[in-house]
């Protein structure tokens, strides 16, 4: 028998669900809320919920004080570049450890995802070392590599998961067909696995975007994207919690709008398989 | 061209080996049949000629040429499978064509291979058209197109007719003989169907546990099996086989005999059974007799207008001439 389900239940599910919504929200909506009202509004108390001047005082010092798009735009690069090239490196990868494993695959898929249980500040040494000894510090490629290297493990685990739900045969069949290996890769694996690729790729740009240890330690003016942008806005002295807010609001609007729009994509590949 | 010659084949997964040495010759233009009941290494042989899989020792040879170390690609086979295995980014057109895109083959060529496949298969009007929104039969079809256009040296079937139903899977029976009439090519084919066996193949490859029991044409190895297990797995109903003393009173350990070749009658006759469950399919007539001779029921082919009732005493006359003998190891004696 299906399961009936009420219309008294069914109100109490939507309703919970919009709680648990809201709560998550609740910090982003109120620093987009703060970003608007004066620096003595955004510490009143009570605090005030909607019932303020609202004013777009706080962005406009920021832009002046600050080169946003410099920030925006090294954001953009580190967080596409360091996703890109993981994608180009974890495919292989992928493909591996998907079609041809070996004994040890499963052992080497749990070591990699180890390294992301390593507290980052426990390589923060030997990788400030090495970026002074190799000119790295404060370059947009540098942030880039270290990035990639840091979702790596995620890039590739995320691919093997998918890339297990395309059948070995179709794969075989290319070969009978003649496709060479970088052929099956090229044209039968990825096209199928798109969907995948996908939502790995908007997934990695979202923590590479957000990522702020790595960004703040190996950078200093120029190659700082927006996680840098918004740390110069905290202060221990002075009234900076409405610009605080303002430079946040900056910072995550491009990819709060990336989520929006690519969502559908986003929880159809997290559930890639889940569903025949 | 399209002969294929294993030489000293053996396959191993791990300890375990699948494939004990093994010869065999599969000459050009002949259509072969694997078959043998699952898990009797088959499959895996065809993989290990399509180099799907690496041999663990021997050698494999087509058209005389060593391909041993030669990769599936560059083998020039074509093979079918069991589940299509069709590219689903791919429209019925460009799955047919990406054979040839791979070979490098131009434009025009490609257009009128694909035209000529997809009217020999009825598959014109379905060319733009995704696999996911053709039916099973349609999907084999354009599998088999996609091995078509590669004018393979040979055709390598796995089992491609498992997934269809019964009814379609006569028609495709059809097609893929008439296919193999038409093109005279070396063809592979893979089953543990006996009918499909029987019905298509120039020459029948009988497996168990990897070994080759018996090999050739599906005529021979009805009348003549090698031993008691190609004699119980080739022809529907199965041979009955008899052992004990009535296999001992003709100088043999047991005794083989079809259905087709045993006489029924209700008033005399060499053995005595009772009838079981009769099964009436219009054509003829299968009686089930329990007679002690064997644990199974034999199993006895009577005209279609034949009918006896559930537990009427009958008589049973084997028909000499059509006696097969077996030793203590199940091998034929002559």
Wanted: proline residues 5%.
């Amino acid at each position: 028998m299906a399961r009936s389900v009420t219309q008294n239940r069914k109100i109490i599910n939507t309703a919970a669900a919009w709680a648990v919504g809201l709560l998550i929200f609740f910090p982003i909506l109120w620093t987009i809320l703060t970003s608007f009202k004066t620096e003595a509004q955004a510490i009143s108390d009570p605090p005030v919920f909607l019932a303020f001047d609202w004013t777009l005082e706080n962005y406009g010092v920021v832009m002046e004080r600050s080169n946003y798009m410099r920030f925006l735009w090294n954001s953009i690069v580190i967080a596409g570049g360091s996703t890109i090239l993981g994608i180009i490196i974890a495919v292989p990868a992928a493909w591996s450890m998907a079609f041809v494993p070996s004994k040890r695959t499963k052992d080497i898929l749990l070591w990699m995802l180890s390294t992301k249980m390593l507290p980052a500040v426990g390589v923060l040494y030997p990788i400030y070392l090495l970026f002074i000894k190799l000119g790295l510090l404060d370059t947009k490629f540098g942030l880039t590599i270290v990035l990639m290297l840091i979702n790596l493990p995620i890039i590739v685990w995320m691919l093997y998961t998918y890339f297990k739900e395309i059948p070995g045969e179709i794969l075989e069949a290319a070969r009978m067909d003649g496709a060479s290996l970088k052929d099956e890769v090229l044209y039968v694996l990825t096209p199928m696995a798109i969907p995948g690729i996908a939502s790995t790729l908007l997934l990695n740009v979202i923590l590479a975007w957000n990522e702020a240890f790595w960004t703040l330690n190996l950078t200093a003016a120029k190659a700082a994207p927006l996680t840098a942008f918004i740390a110069s806005y905290s202060s221990p002295e002075g009234l900076f919690y409405a610009k605080l807010s303002a430079a946040s609001t900056m910072a995550i609007a491009p990819i709060l709008i990336l989520g929006w729009f690519s969502q559908k994509q986003l929880v159809s590949g997290l559930t890639f398989g889940a569903v025949k | 061209m399209g002969q294929i010659q294993l030489n000293q084949v053996t396959k191993s997964f791990g300890d375990v080996q699948v494939i004990p040495p093994l010869d065999l010759t599969i000459e050009d233009g002949e259509f072969t049949v694997f078959v043998g009941p699952s898990g009797c290494g088959k499959s895996t042989l065809l993989r290990l000629i399509a180099g799907l899989e690496d041999i663990t020792s021997g050698h494999i040879a087509i058209d005389g040429t060593d391909a041993t170390d030669v990769p599936p690609a560059k083998r020039g086979l074509a093979m079918v499978f069991q589940s299509y295995a069709l590219y689903p980014h791919m429209s019925v057109r460009k799955n047919i064509a990406f054979p040839m895109r791979m070979a490098g083959i131009d434009q025009a060529e490609q257009n009128r291979r694909i035209d000529a496949a997809a009217k020999a298969l009825n598959l014109t009007d379905y060319l733009d058209r995704r696999p996911g929104q053709l039916s099973g039969g349609q999907r084999q079809r354009v599998a088999i197109g996609r091995a078509i256009v590669r004018e393979p040296a040979a055709f390598l079937f796995d089992e491609p007719l498992s997934n269809l139903d019964a009814a379609l899977r006569v028609g495709m029976r059809l097609e893929i003989s008439e296919m193999h009439e038409r093109l005279k090519t070396t063809m592979i084919y893979v089953t543990h169907d006996q009918v499909e066996a029987m019905t298509m193949a120039d020459k029948i490859v009988v497996l168990r546990a990897g070994i080759v029991e018996q090999v050739g044409s599906p005529l021979e190895l009805y009348q003549r099996p090698g031993n008691t297990f190609v004699a119980g797995f080739i022809g529907s109903p199965k041979m009955n086989l008899i052992e004990g003393p009535e296999a001992a009173k003709h100088d043999a350990a047991t005794i083989g005999i079809r259905p087709e070749h045993i006489d029924i009658s209700e008033t005399e006759g060499t053995w005595q059974g009772t009838v079981g469950v009769s099964e009436h399919l219009g054509s003829d007539t299968f009686f089930h007799i329990q007679s002690g001779l064997s644990a199974e029921p034999l199993t006895v082919r009577a005209g279609g207008e034949r009918k006896l009732k559930y537990g009427t005493e009958v008589f049973l006359t084997p028909q000499i001439e059509h006696l097969h003998r077996f030793d203590q190891h199940g091998l034929r004696i002559a």
